[in-house]
């Protein structure tokens, strides 16, 4: 058998995976890494070689190696992870066939891996069930390096080394518009719609591997966090703001946890809220939320929610694929709200009889989350996997992209490829 690529980008057809084809072959081409693409249609996967070709005037795009693999036949999933030493997975959605990739491929050929994946279920799953079995093997396993969980768990990293201190708490609040919002059309694919559907109606199985993750001897930490359960207008930002729930906070929380288990780090409290720009807004995702708990519990109902997603979501899903037009015309801002004490670093259980005396904010910004930087993101972890591997934790295993990437370039490496991380301010706080 011929020596193994460094990396294979496995899903390369999809939106995200057809963006990433340009970080990974710039990225390569760079550190000179040998790389592969995959996914299920053979002519597809050569247009996208052939646009990356012309895109690049680069003849030699013509030899990248194309593997034919499909999620549902477990011999070319076991053939793809044989011919590679990282895996990047930027198919989707990953809750009911995703598994074998990594249980019965990856681990069996020894094949670090990462994944695009937002859904909770599986990433938990993945961490309760596969983390002993990938230690053994002598694997990393990332979830979860897609915009959202990257952004928020490495950015809380930076936060912290900014802020020069212990921090005790953190609320995030992230923004999602439009540059130009006269331009029509989906924001997203409907197989993520398809996917929060599944989540929704799957959300018991969250609570059994959420109680095998979570250490319930985790320390009291004061003074304590309040979460906001009903929307609230804060200061950071305008419009209104509500609560949000999903794989970010969970994923944050997990590595807060092996911070103090392993390093005797004290935990970040963290809560995450979305923005809604106005009130309006707020009475359209109150009525649109009804409607979807309404049909939710019925086999018709979840057929009808997956059959119009445009009118269940008011246009943000669509049964055809984003426009690049429409992708590039949205953008994000994610801003860190941070809570704690200067110069002062403090045990996780340490009794203090002072408040917080310091705050910081920091934002974080950038253009097309859902494709453009969720594509950098994932291709970035793996490549990091591969070109930094004595920066990741000294034993194998199924990490968070916190644990895994807190000590590489990947904040750095973020900023130099259009991402800004900013302290926007820090305050002293008096009462």
């Not at 294979?8 to 693409?37: A, P």
């Not at 891996?113 to 596969?130: G, L, P």
């Not at 972890?381 to 591997?389: A, D, K, N």
């Amino acid at each position: 058998m011929s020596e193994k690529l460094d990396l294979i980008l496995f899903g390369v057809t999809g939106l995200v995976g057809r963006y990433g084809v340009r970080y990974l072959y710039r990225l390569c081409k760079e550190k000179n890494l040998t790389w592969g693409v995959a996914g299920r249609s053979e002519y597809k996967i050569k247009k996208v070689l052939e646009k990356l070709e012309d895109e690049t005037k680069d003849q030699s795009v013509a030899k990248i190696p194309i593997i034919l693999a499909d999620m549902s036949d477990e011999q070319s999933i076991n053939q793809m992870t044989s011919r590679c030493k990282v895996l990047i997975q930027a198919c989707g959605p990953l809750r009911q066939m995703g598994e074998v990739v990594v249980q019965k491929a990856c681990i069996q050929s020894r094949t670090h891996y990462v994944d695009v994946s937002a859904e909770e279920n599986f990433i938990d799953k993945i961490q309760v069930e596969y983390h002993e079995d990938a230690k053994k093997a002598g694997i990393y396993v990332v979830c979860a390096c897609g915009f959202d969980c990257v952004i928020y768990d490495l950015g809380l990293k930076h936060l912290q080394h900014k802020f020069k201190g212990t921090v005790n708490s953190v609320e995030t609040y992230l923004k999602l518009d439009y540059h130009n919002p006269t331009l029509t059309g989906p924001s997203y694919n409907v197989s993520t719609w398809n996917s929060t559907i599944d989540l929704l109606v799957n959300k018991h199985e969250l609570k059994a591997l959420q109680a095998k993750i979570f250490n319930k001897h985790m320390p009291k930490l004061k003074p304590a966090l309040d979460t906001k359960y009903f929307p609230f207008k804060p200061h950071v930002e305008d419009g209104w703001s509500i609560l949000l729930t999903g794989s970010d906070r969970s994923v944050m929380m997990r590595t807060q946890q092996y911070l103090y288990e392993e390093k005797n780090h004290r935990p970040v409290q963290i809560q995450t809220y979305l923005m809604l720009k106005a009130l309006y807004y707020l009475i359209f995702f109150v009525i649109y939320g009804l409607m979807i708990s309404i049909c939710l519990p019925f086999k018709l109902g979840r057929k009808i929610l997956l059959r119009y997603p445009a009118f269940f979501s008011a246009g943000v899903f669509g049964s055809r694929e984003p426009s690049a037009e429409m992708c590039e015309n949205s953008y994000f801002r994610l801003t860190f709200v941070a809570k704690g004490w200067k110069n002062k670093i403090i045990g996780p259980h340490e009794k203090l009889n002072e408040m917080p005396n310091h705050g910081m904010i920091l934002q974080i910004k950038g253009n097309n989350p859902g494709y453009r930087v969720s594509a950098l993101c994932l291709i970035l972890s793996g490549f990091l996997l591969s070109t930094q591997s004595n920066k990741l934790p000294g034993k194998p295993g199924v990490y968070t992209p916190g644990i895994a990437f807190r000590d590489t370039t990947i904040v750095k490496d973020l900023d130099d490829h259009g991402l800004s991380f900013n302290v926007l301010n820090e305050f002293a706080i008096t009462s």
